[in-house]
């Protein structure tokens, strides 16, 4: 792993973390795997991209760590839980903000109807003010654990139904089919999926497909507590998958259950999956 730019984890507030997380973290994709069947076309922002937008946002941020009621006062419109709600809320509130230089936010969720039918809809639409295009940005917070030879095929979330591939694939398929919205013609279509991935517990970095982000931390994952882990670890809150509050909010593990401990020492990160049942079937 080389040197990491984490600079959420300098703020106090919990919610200031988690909005520098938003803007400062890297794609947890580098680029788009070469295997994935491109329906309709898009981009990730450059490599460079995320730490520019930080650096160009982070007087605003120290006035949030300051004062957060504007950051809560917006976030109190969501009602759901849901993470990647949440996330994207927090991604709207960057770029509706007016302290945002590089981009004027035309609309967000913008639902697209064709007659009485929902065709699809757009999660931002937005000018960039450097090069006066329109672009579509589609945001996504995700968590994947990579399995067996960590091809695109064997992602997971913690829903096996929620795959890495399923993901792209919508995006390439649905989420970017549409070329004009709202009387604007879309010049460029841009992916934002950040979050983390994990790797099994006992694999090395050195297997890792080169399509992953070795910009952004990686976790691991198991079905054991490794030795190592079990006097330092804490159970994250469910926001805090996010970023994790600059205070540690459970005490140290002991009795482990599903979920995502972190070590704040050494900022590792390692799922915790209970090992699935096997049934056999009697003769």
Known sequence: MTTLFEPWLSYKHPIVRQLAFCIASPNILQRIPQSLDIQNHFELHPQDFWQQQFEDYQFRLTELDKDPEPLIAFLQQLKSTRLGLRFEYLFWFWLQDRA????????????????????????????????????????????????????????????????????????????????????????KKLMVLKGQLYIPQYQSNSTLPEWINNKRRLGHWGYNIPHNLDDHFYRLQRHEWICPNLEQTSPTAHWWCNGLYHNKNTQEFYMYRQAPLIFYKSQ
């Not at 945002?100 to 967000?108: D, E, G, K, V």
């Not at 960590?150 to 089919?177: C, I």
């Open 100 to 187: 945002n230089q590089h981009f004027q936010l035309i609309q967000h969720s913008i639902q697209i109807i064709a007659g009485k039918n929902t065709v699809g809809e757009i999660d931002f639409l937005v000018l960039n003010l450097a090069t006066q295009q329109i672009e579509q940005w589609e945001v996504a917070l995700k968590y994947y654990l990579g399995e067996s030879d960590l091809a695109l095929l064997n992602w997971y979330g913690l829903n096996r139904s929620d795959t890495l591939f399923r993901k792209l694939n919508h995006f390439s398929a649905k989420q970017f089919q549409f070329n004009q919205v709202l009387d604007f013609k879309i010049e």
